[in-house]
């Protein structure tokens, strides 16, 4: 979902970006990432390749750490190897889920989950690799129109159920991928001209919202009537990972890069959701 939305943006510079899928490279290869540098001599490389199913790692977090860890460490050495920057996409799920304001890019982490454990363990490996070429970017409720997500759900669901209940206590940032596809190739940018300074940055949109009100947005940009969506609990919908209750994340840093953070959510999901309804509608 972000790696089209990306290519996509870089469709517009004056540049060369090669998508290089599982089946091109494998992250947790030496020698498969070594082949792709020697053949296409990146400058910068973006890594969107992750394990991402977050209850799956719960069982199986030593396959989630071979990708989201060990995957991310393989890259950062290739790229020092051959001097290419690297911006390590990285999730909120490495904080502990507790806070009462939004969590600044070095305040300490602490995740609950499986998934938050090997995806923070990537982050320590880019950084500890690359420290003044490695750029960790943290997002978290990613929505697009090139993949499954819960806006896309939410739309194809509000045609099919009289009610749906939704949970109202958890707290985020909806995060449209064009806008991180955006911000990931302004930083790439500024990275090269040596403007931005290496380290964390987080990649969410402005404001804060729940899954209830993020819902009843939807069905409001669908005409649809918001009173449908139905307010309930974490404990309603009990899962193998633990989810964060607050995944609210500061933007300071983008200053010092000379970049503007990602607008307000709702402003992005009222553009996003012409392609979002066509992309769940067609």
Avoid at 35 to 53: G, K, L, Q, S, Y
Avoid at 122 to 147: D, H, S
Avoid at 241 to 256: I, K, N, Q, Y
Wanted: overall charge negative; hydrophobic content about 40%.
């Amino acid at each position: 979902m972000l790696g089209q939305d990306l290519m996509s943006r870089l469709a517009g510079e004056d540049v060369t970006a090669v998508a290089a899928g599982r089946g091109v490279v494998d992250v947790t290869d030496p020698a498969s990432v070594r082949a792709a540098f020697e053949e296409h001599r990146p400058a910068v490389v973006v890594n969107c390749a992750a394990w991402t199913a977050v209850d799956d790692a719960e069982a199986q977090e030593d396959a989630a750490l071979r990708v989201n860890g060990r995957g991310a460490e393989v890259l950062a050495e290739a790229c020092r190897e051959h001097g290419a920057v690297l911006l390590q996409v990285s999730t909120d799920y490495v904080f502990p889920g507790d806070a009462e304001k939004p969590y600044a890019e070095d305040d300490a982490t602490g995740p609950r989950s499986a998934y938050g454990r090997t995806k923070l363990a990537g982050e320590r490996a880019v950084l500890a690799t690359l420290p003044e070429t490695g750029y960790v970017v943290r997002t978290a409720w990613l929505y697009g129109a090139a993949g499954g997500n819960f806006v896309r759900t939410m739309i194809k669901l509000e045609g099919v159920k009289d009610t749906l209940d939704v949970v109202d206590d958890q707290r985020g940032q909806p995060t449209w991928t064009v806008d991180l596809a955006d911000r990931l190739v302004r930083l790439g940018q500024a990275a090269l001209a040596g403007t931005a300074p290496a380290g964390v940055y987080h990649g969410t949109s402005g404001g804060e919202t729940t899954w209830f009100g993020l819902t009843r947005e939807i069905f409001g940009l669908l005409g649809a009537d918001p009173e449908r969506v139905r307010p309930t609990t974490s404990e309603a919908f009990v899962r193998p990972a633990p989810r964060p209750a607050f995944s609210v994340l500061g933007h300071d840093r983008w200053t010092a890069a000379g970049i503007e953070p990602i607008r307000d959510w709702r402003s992005a999901l009222g553009e996003a959701f012409p392609a979002l309804v066509a992309a769940e509608r067609p």
